[in-house]
């Protein structure tokens, strides 16, 4: 496996919820969502809704955004996201927490299975907390020091 996507699988991992971005509008509207899988690819699988498979099938380009507040550690992908019609996929990623927002589950007519394959990532880990917060609050404060 390709080392980029297992850096991205476990940064990505630490994190269960993100925030999706796609376009509508001339305007990009963000979504709390759940990836329910990870590929060797590096591509990331959700369950969604019909109404957002529409806005993929309209724009493909979609920015996800995670945030991993313990580690300090923040996420942003664009990519491209694909509306994949795979019972046997749906049926292999499905899970009880889904089922919250698909009480019939994969029997449920407004289900949809999206593909989101990452183009662009970037991430930011801030190893020092203390440092970072005293720069907001005091930007004159040099990194010398904390040392």
């Known amino acids: 496996m390709d080392t980029n996507v297992e850096k991205l699988k476990q940064m990505v ?29 590096g591509d990331l699988w959700f369950f969604t809704s019909n109404k957002m498979r529409q806005d993929i099938k309209h724009d493909s380009s979609v920015h ?3 945030l991993h507040e313990p580690a300090g550690t923040y996420l942003y992908i664009d990519g491209v996201a694909r509306v994949v019609n795979n019972k046997a996929k749906m ?14 589950g994969l029997e449920d007519n407004n289900i949809s299975l999206v593909a ?20 907001i609050v ?10």
């Open 13 to 41: 991992g630490r994190c269960r919820v993100g925030m999706l971005g796609i376009s509508h509008d001339d305007k990009v509207q963000f979504n709390p969502m759940s990836h329910v899988d990870i590929d060797d690819h």
């Open 64 to 66: 996800l955004i995670y």
């Open 91 to 104: 049926k292999e990623l499905f899970n009880p927490f889904i089922r919250t927002w698909f009480p019939n």
């Open 116 to 135: 989101v394959h990452p183009v662009v990532v970037e991430y930011w880990v801030n190893e020092s907390r203390v440092l970072a917060y005293n720069k």
């Open 138 to 147: 005091r930007p004159d404060i040099s990194e010398d020091k904390f040392s």
